[in-house]
């Protein structure tokens, strides 16, 4: 077992929600990132469809259907990210426990770059001096090394926009670990 997946004490990991229940595929990415902000500021530019275009800009629009939804953008939400190509990744948030931690699933049917059993869980852990950003990912593919690369990408670009916007602190390394 991962150590952020030990240090995740939440719904997520509670005997309510578990990984397992909603894939079974392995870790393959995960990422920790101090930044100089609240968990609260993370946590909603990381669920909040306008501020997440400014993170990911490689999205142009995203949409959230929220008829199911336990809250705006919260657990249920369907979300829509709409690309620039044309394609559109669907999501639905299975895991939700603001402002701390939420996970989403990608819907296996319409997965553009075709990952099965996606699921993403993103932590922001409060510190002193402002967050621990943990970020997970679990997938299967057709060719496992060439989607890890392509996903450390996008992880590492949305990353390094967080950091531009909140000024990470020069002190604390950024950690990526890769499973093969």
């Not at 939804?69 to 690309?83: D, H, M, W």
Request: aromatic letters at 10%; proline letters at 5%; charged letters at 20%.
């Amino acid at each position: 077992m991962s150590m952020f997946l030990q240090s995740i004490p939440m719904t997520l990991q509670s005997q309510s929600w578990s990984i397992r229940q909603w894939t079974s595929a392995p870790l393959r990415l995960e990422t920790a990132t101090k930044l100089q902000a609240p968990s609260t500021d993370i946590f909603f530019c990381l669920t909040d469809p306008k501020q997440m275009c400014g993170i990911f800009s490689w999205m142009h629009d995203i949409t959230v259907d929220n008829r199911a939804a336990t809250e705006a953008n919260g657990l249920g939400a369907k979300r829509s990210c709409y690309f620039g190509n044309g394609m559109v990744l669907e999501e639905i948030i299975v895991g939700w426990q603001p402002p701390h931690r939420y996970a989403y699933r990608g819907v296996d049917e319409t997965h553009p770059f075709g990952m099965i059993g996606h699921l993403g869980i993103i932590e922001c852990r409060p510190e002193e001096g402002g967050t621990l950003l943990l970020w997970q990912h679990y997938f299967e593919h057709s060719n496992p090394k060439a989607m890890l690369e392509h996903l450390t990408t996008s992880v590492q670009t949305a990353i390094n926009s967080l950091i531009e916007r909140f000024n990470r602190s020069q002190t604390v390394e950024e950690v990526i670990r890769k499973d093969k």
